[in-house]
């Protein structure tokens, strides 16, 4: 059990916390769900970018999906070997792909034919052989929430199949670029299984007619996108997943290269925020807490729905929203719940905070950034300070009369 007052009370809140057992288990589930084959567990960076986290899973034995060079460099620092590094992205600056290529990583994924000719430009300048995969868009409804969702044309990830192959061709031509895998990710939070074989039955089929003209794909990657619990949606398991993916590659001999973020991160975070006070609008009860959409926006920006639980208290639940300081009606965690009545202090968990938490914070209303904690082999331990004011205006530069 979690004391989340006393951690409350330690490190102050807004805060976050994350079980390192719990990322090492669902880390392990999924690597031993492919166990066997030809694998590689390449974590999403985005999700959860913490080097004490990044560190944790490079000594399980981690790979990273990158999506800037900056998270290239995280990655590197954690520890995390640079063959096992992937560099995705619908964008990447010319210094990136430089420096990706100087840093020899796995291979770069390319979103896009002038993509592909930037990378073969910039390989040459460094007469270097690039490593690249291309992302394939296989135009399945992922069936999740229409920002989160990514592998249909109407989205602006990956190309058609016939792009991929003129690029695929290209490649194999090119002095300077060495076509060695092949990409897609249909979308995050996903929930049923049958657009993801979908999907990579119709990538799968793409490598067989590459292999047929010799261009010898080795890697599979079949993105991120393992939804998780939260609330009472049915998920997908490990086993099914890797079952559903191995069935459509029968006949071909490939490393399988996945990229889970939430799946690995997401329930292994908590987000805790105090009550500040309770006030009443008409019949609307609101709950007002010292965290805001800046330091947890998933409830803001997609509708998202995360557990919350007031921490000792129990009796009569009415329904409440719990909201934030900011000045924006969207800054809410959670609308319409049934909750126990609340005093100042009592401190709220905000449940599955793990995954798009932190990293997707920012200092809107000049609210420094939260700390961030591990539970680590029974302990607790700070692996980011809480920001300051000075934090803050660090960069910033007075205008002065000349
Ligand atoms: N690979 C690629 C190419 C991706 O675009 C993503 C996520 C992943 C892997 C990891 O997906 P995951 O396993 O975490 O689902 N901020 C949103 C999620 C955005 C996901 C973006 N791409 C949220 O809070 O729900």
């Not at 995390?80 to 990583?105: H, T």
């Not at 190309?159 to 991929?164: K, N, P, R, S």
């Not at 009860?285 to 729905?305: K, Q």
């Amino acid at each position: 059990m979690i004391d989340y007052k006393y951690l409350a009370q330690k490190y102050d809140t807004p805060l976050y916390l994350y079980d390192f057992e719990k990322i090492e288990n669902s880390f392990l589930s999924l690597k031993n769900a492919f166990k066997g084959r030809k694998s590689l567990i390449a974590y999403a960076v985005k999700a959860n970018s913490n080097l004490s986290v990044l560190k944790h899973l490079a000594s399980l034995g981690t790979g990273a999906d990158c999506v800037s060079i900056g998270e290239v460099k995280r990655a590197l620092l954690a520890g995390i070997p640079s063959y096992k590094i992937v560099f995705s992205g619908v964008g990447k600056r010319d210094e990136e792909i430089e420096e990706a290529l100087k840093l020899d990583i796995l291979y770069i994924n390319l979103e896009s034919e002038a993509e592909l000719q930037r990378v073969e430009d910039i390989a040459a300048q460094l007469g270097k052989k690039a490593r690249v995969s291309i992302r394939v868009n296989p135009n399945i409804d992922p069936k999740t929430h229409p920002y989160i969702s990514t592998g249909l044309h109407e989205n602006k990830f990956g190309v058609e199949i016939d792009t991929a192959k003129k690029m695929y061709l290209a490649a194999k031509k090119s002095n300077f670029l060495d076509p060695v895998g092949i990409h897609f990710h249909i979308g995050s939070q996903l929930t049923e299984l049958e657009p993801i074989k979908e999907a990579s039955a119709i990538v799968a089929d793409l490598v067989r007619s590459l292999h047929k003209i010799d261009i010898e794909i080795k890697f599979f990657d079949i993105g991120g996108g393992l939804g998780i619990k939260y609330d009472n949606e049915e998920t997908i398991k490990p086993y099914d997943y890797a079952q559903a993916i191995l069935a459509t590659l029968k006949g071909l001999d490939l490393t399988i290269v996945c990229e889970p973020g939430r799946y690995i991160v997401g329930d292994a975070g908590y987000f805790l925020t105090k009550v500040l006070y309770e006030k009443k609008s008409g019949d609307k009860r609101f709950i007002i807490v010292d965290g805001g959409m800046n330091d947890l926006l998933r409830p803001s920006l997609y509708n998202a729905y995360h557990k919350v639980e007031v921490i000792g208290k129990t009796g009569d639940e009415t329904p409440a929203d719990v909201v934030g300081p900011v000045c924006e009606s969207g800054d809410f965690f959670a609308k319409n719940r049934p909750l126990p009545s609340t005093s100042p202090g009592d401190i709220i968990v905000v449940y599955s905070a793990g995954a798009y938490g932190f990293v997707m914070s920012s200092n809107y209303n000049t609210r420094p950034r939260p700390a961030e904690v591990a539970l680590f082999k029974g302990s607790d331990r700070l692996i980011r300070k809480r920001e300051t004011f000075e934090d803050i205006i660090k960069n910033e530069i007075e205008l002065m009369d000349e």
